[in-house]
């Protein structure tokens, strides 16, 4: 062998070198940085939750199941582990993971609508920095999309590629419990969602199918299991042309009753959006459930 070729293969050595320890390095102190985030899902993760009632949807279920007030107002401890865009085929693992690290809750409250939000590779992988914690949620990754599974095996910092670790940072010194958004609906949604054409809602086969297995889950381990639709804004509510046969084939789908509270805040200051509450709403919304009595017995 050449002095030359020796010389590339050292060289090639070194970078190698270089890259596996600056990538394992990279990777330690971003995993530092969930360990100690208020993030939900690091403190699911960490089994800090110690919760009577706990909460899981999308982002209606973020805001339409206020863990803080929901937990004030009734005395019960309250834990919400929904999240933006989520899943039911993604929910399913952080649930039962939930039930793992930190028990089996007396309640939990699901927000049905997120059977309209389609599993993606997108959608799971947002997740990835939870990967080495959660068997459950890789095993999804690697289903959906085996080359990102076997990217995030070989370099450690690409699992930290994920929308998470700027939350993450964000709760760093304080949990993610309390969020509230303090903003009405602008006039000019208000009027476009007025004049908009009757929308039908979507609903798919294994997002509902995951839900029903949410549901087993639950009762198999004890907990008494509410599958909750939260309010629209009135007029967006109006629209939803689909919306009594839709709720029938999501009940049918997961042999429980879906409680409809899509009409019982009807108030326009209550809402942000179409979708989802505001501060106002929120508040109306945990004391609701509390009246419907969704979260148990009073304490």
């Known amino acids: 062998m050449s002095h030359m070729r020796m010389k590339t293969l050292a060289w090639l050595a070194l970078l190698a070198g270089i890259y596996f320890v600056g990538d394992r390095l990279g990777a330690a102190a971003l995993d530092a940085v969930i360990a100690r985030s208020g993030l939900r899902f690091s403190q699911l ?6 919760a009577q009632v706990v909460c899981i949807g999308s982002s209606r279920g973020v805001h339409g199941f206020p863990a803080v007030i929901m937990q004030e107002l009734s005395g019960k401890r309250v834990a919400n582990i929904s999240y933006n865009g989520l899943s039911p085929r993604v929910a399913e693992p952080l649930l039962a993971d939930y039930f793992d690290r930190c028990g089996v809750p007396e309640v939990v409250l699901i ?3 997120f059977v309209g939000v389609e599993t993606d590779v997108t959608g799971v992988m947002k997740f990835s920095p939870y990967f080495g914690r959660s068997q459950r949620l890789y095993k999804l990754a690697c289903n959906m999309d085996p080359k990102c599974a076997v990217i995030s095996n070989l370099s450690q910092l690409y699992r930290y590629n994920s929308e998470l670790i700027p939350v993450a940072l964000n709760y760093l010194r304080r949990s993610d419990q309390g969020g509230l958004v ?9 009027a476009e969602t007025e004049a908009m054409d009757p929308i039908e809602l979507p609903l798919y086969e294994q ?6 297995r949410m549901v087993q889950l639950g009762r198999e381990n004890g ?11 009135p007029a967006y509510r109006a629209k939803l042309a689909n919306f ?7 009940a049918a789908g997961i042999d429980a009753p879906v409680i409809d509270l899509t009409t019982a ?3 326009d200051d209550a809402y942000f959006d179409r979708l989802h509450f505001n501060a106002a709403g929120s508040e109306r919304s945990a004391a609701l459930l509390i009246e419907r009595g969704l979260l148990g017995s009073a304490e």
């Open 111 to 113: 927000e049905a609508s």
């Open 265 to 267: 805040i009807d108030d």
């Open 207 to 212: 997002e509902v199918a995951a839900l029903a």
């Open 45 to 50: 993760y960490a089994g800090q939750f110690d």
């Open 244 to 250: 009594d046969t839709w709720k029938q084939q999501i």
């Open 182 to 190: 303090r903003r009405s609906v602008p006039d000019t949604l208000a």
């Open 223 to 233: 907990a008494t299991v509410h599958v909750v639709l939260v309010g629209y804004l």
